[in-house]
């Protein structure tokens, strides 16, 4: 992988960082309080409610982070979200039984609160500390950190988990926040832009600012469309790696961070290809979203391990190449002080939907096989890929032909 751009983007560096810091805490802290809710219900549907409960604060926090960032210095903003989720990520260690489960659902929600607005602040602050030049190989880049996270995070959390008990990762999950806000500290924003920028948003209005740039940029309007439709599918999916761990393949703990950490590897080997790409961004996401469902599709009639193992490395491979070239759009298409609002919106629009689409998973799966919602879900894939694909394939030939 050619990564010698990193070597010249030193802030960029520190926010990697503390990115890789705070999401693998969290991640150990994730494995853990799924295993820990089968073990005390044995319910989908209670995996379906903590992870739609995860993505529902999103609706109201994800607005008003985007909003924050773009008129409030982001380090406070990431520092301040950081420290504030310590006390909630130790809260779990009082979950003894059944009858506490409402512990969960709490600071799960308060957990994704903080998320909601740490999210779009950080990534609105990426085009501020790196060359715009290299906007594809560090969204690409973003991926290889995912799929860090993942691997360490994820599977390590599962053995971790399995070996020393859950309690384990919820303190490592609280020092991970804590590093991660010290790493922040030390990052330096342009302050000439932060100021440009803030003074120029503060009298805009939320929506006045998302209007104007929808109706602007055909990529965005496609990108929204887009989102909204992915996320109504990508809610089985976090459902069903759960599922399809404990009970399609019975691995316990360590089968659920196995498979995230195949996604993991496959979030870093597109680093290999995204950030090779130049041109045709939007056609290169859409076809990935293609292959990732075909991908989905076979996972859910594979029955060896090993398989569904390298099938979801092939679906993480393919969604880390596509996930990069939509962000780079989105950061090439909208305006630098409309990007934290831009991102708040966004996010809240696809994190609500993908809340819904989690509970309706989890409440599905007491009446459809594992298998059976997988393979619709990767049909679904397809469908939206080709649907698009097709659209812009006809309004070329349409434009071409009256030239």
């Not at 560090?138 to 390590?156: D, P, R, T, W």
Request: aromatic share 12%; hydrophobic share 55%; glycine share 8%.
């Amino acid at each position: 992988m050619s990564i010698s751009f990193i070597k010249s983007e030193k802030q960029y560096r520190k926010l990697f960082l503390a990115g890789i810091v705070n999401g693998i805490g969290d991640r150990f802290s994730s494995v853990a309080v799924l295993a820990m809710l089968l073990q005390l219900t044995g319910s989908g549907l209670a995996i379906g409610i903590t992870l739609a409960i995860r993505v529902i604060p999103s609706l109201f926090f994800g607005p008003i982070g985007g909003w924050l960032a773009d008129r409030f210095p982001r380090k406070i903003i990431l520092i301040s979200t950081d420290l504030i989720r310590i006390a909630f990520a130790l809260s779990f260690l009082f979950v003894k039984s059944e009858q506490d489960i409402w512990i969960i659902y709490l600071s799960s929600f308060m957990l994704a609160a903080g998320e909601a607005i740490y999210a779009p602040t950080r990534k609105s602050a990426i085009p501020r500390l790196v060359d715009r030049d290299y906007l594809v190989k560090v969204n690409s880049f973003e991926q290889v950190m995912l799929g860090i996270v993942l691997i360490i995070g994820a599977l390590s959390g599962g053995v971790v988990s399995f070996i020393f008990g859950p309690y384990v990762t919820y303190w490592l999950n609280a020092a991970s926040f804590l590093g991660s806000a010290a790493i922040i500290f030390t990052i330096v924003f342009p302050e000439n832009i932060e100021v440009k920028v803030n003074n120029a948003t503060k009298k805009k209005n939320l929506f006045s600012v998302f209007k104007k740039v929808i109706l602007i940029s055909v990529p965005v309007q496609i990108l929204l469309f887009c989102e909204i439709l992915i996320a109504s599918i990508n809610g089985l999916d976090n459902v069903l790696i759960s599922i399809y761990a404990i009970r399609v393949y019975h691995l316990g703990d360590v089968g659920v961070g196995l498979f995230y950490g195949a996604l993991g590897i496959g979030l870093m080997l597109s680093f290999s290809v995204a950030n090779q790409l130049r041109r045709n961004l939007l056609i290169s996401g859409l076809i990935c979203l293609l292959l990732e469902g075909i991908f989905h599709v076979i996972l859910s009639r594979t029955h060896l391990v090993i398989f569904a193992f390298l099938m979801f490395c092939g679906a993480a491979f393919m969604s880390g190449i596509c996930n990069a070239c939509f962000d780079t759009i989105l950061m090439k298409e909208i305006d630098q002080q409309h990007q934290g609002t831009m991102f708040g919106l966004l996010a809240t629009i696809s994190n609500t939907i993908l809340g819904i689409s989690m509970f309706i998973a989890g409440f599905a799966l007491k009446y459809l096989d594992p298998r059976t919602l997988g393979l619709i879900g990767g049909i679904a894939y397809m469908i939206i890929a080709i649907l698009i694909l097709s659209t812009i394939s006809m309004k070329f030939y349409r434009k071409r032909g009256t030239i």
